[in-house]
């Protein structure tokens, strides 16, 4: 089985995807203001492809090692509730976080780009990261996204999700235009 098959393949299973943010939805700048104030750029190709994934049933969590107000207002925009920043020990949460929902560690993938996501990578059934992710994350990763953190890596890991659970075509419908009798 090649590497892709093997990604897919344990994609297939997925029923919760958690993210990191520094890096991976964010291209890793940290932005003070005069007030001391944290702001961080987010990518909106990723945030459609985090909703796509919710309306196709997925579970998503965001598991980071940062606080910042900035990062609570964007995944209260974009319905994510399983918000968890702060965090020392990631593959705790997670462990946590699968036993109040129920599943295994094979349902659950995690995307992360650096040290502090390794252990969390390894203990989740898929991981992912993005094309700049430290060597050490590509090594762990199931799947590298062929693009960078914070420029539509996200998505492109929600879509590739989507795509070996055969979902991607029913998550694309709703944007597709319909027959209008338009020749073409």
Do not use: W
Request: with cysteine.
């Amino acid at each position: 089985m090649t590497r892709f098959a093997d990604a897919q393949a344990h994609a297939h299973r997925l029923k919760l995807m958690a993210f990191d943010v520094d890096g991976v939805l964010t291209d890793g700048s940290l932005f003070y203001s005069d007030d001391g104030i944290e702001l961080k750029a987010f990518n909106t190709l990723d945030g459609l492809g985090l909703k796509m994934l919710q309306n196709a049933g997925l579970q998503v969590a965001i598991i980071t090692g940062r606080k910042a107000g900035c990062v609570e207002a964007r995944m209260k925009n974009l319905g994510i509730d399983l918000l968890f920043q702060g965090v020392g020990d990631k593959l705790a949460v997670m462990q946590r976080l699968l036993g109040d929902l129920g599943l295994q560690a094979a349902e659950a993938g995690y995307m992360g780009d650096d040290l502090p996501d390794l252990q969390i990578m390894a203990g989740c059934g898929f991981s992912a990261t993005p094309a700049n992710g430290h060597a050490l994350a590509k090594r762990i990763a199931r799947h590298t996204t062929q693009l960078a953190g914070g420029h539509g890596a996200v998505r492109e890991i929600c879509e590739f999700i989507l795509d070996a659970q055969g979902k991607l075509d029913a998550a694309y419908a709703p944007f597709l235009p319909g027959d209008r009798g338009v020749e073409r």
